[in-house]
Each structure stands twice: as structure tokens, then as C-alpha cells.
């Protein structure tokens, strides 16, 4: 799925399903609980905390799915163009750290 086509896809699914957005900062706590959700999975997965019996049925997955998801939802509020934004940032990068990763020491075999 294109970000075009996902942002359309979240907007429709607001407007009709979901009645209207919440308000912007409203998303942002949203945005903050699921990114706490994910980092619990991740934590319990990659990490060296165990499982709770409440963590068992979640994943990952589905997890960043929820961040895109309310993450596309502010981007399109704030009229963000995801695929631009990305493009962008690509090319920022690619200009700021193009020799960087490659120099730095630490990150040699």
C-alpha cells in the first residue's frame, strides 16, 4: 500500500466509522500509549523482562501497526504529505550522513 493510499484509507475510515478525529493533541496522547505498548512487546520479546500474562496475545506487528495508524491520522490533521515527508527525509540523510555510519568506528566489524 502507497502512504498516499493509507492516509486516504485512515481519513476515510475517521470520517465514516470513526464519526471524526480526536483533536490533535488528543492523537499525540494516543501516539505516546501506543508507542508504550509497542515498547512493552519489544522489551518482553528482545529484551530481559518476562511476559505478563496480559502481554501474551499482543505482537509486535500489530503493535506498529497501531503507531502508523495514529501516526497517519496526525500527518494527515496537520496536512503532511507522508510520501513527500519521507522523500525529504531520504534525501536529508543521504546529504547529513552519507560518510558518517561508514566512518564511525564503533560501527565496524
Known amino acids: ?37 509497542l515498547s512493552r512487546i519489544m522489551v518482553r520479546t528482545y529484551g530481559e523482562q518476562s511476559f505478563k500474562d496480559s ?14 495508524w495514529v501516526l497517519t491520522a496526525l500527518a494527515n490533521q496537520c496536512n503532511v504529505d507522508l510520501e513527500k515527508a519521507m522523500e525529504l527525509n531520504f534525501e536529508k540523510k543521504q546529504a547529513r550522513d552519507a560518510q558518517r555510519h561508514t566512518e564511525n568506528k564503533k560501527l565496524q566489524p
Open 1 to 37: 500500500m502507497e502512504l498516499k493510499e493509507l492516509q486516504l484509507k485512515v481519513d476515510t475510515w475517521i470520517t465514516t466509522t470513526g464519526v471524526r478525529y480526536f483533536n490533535e493533541l488528543t492523537n499525540l496522547g494516543i501516539l505516546m500509549e501506543e508507542v508504550g505498548e
Open 55 to 68: 502481554d501474551r496475545q499482543k505482537n509486535i506487528a500489530d503493535e506498529m501497526a497501531d503507531v502508523l
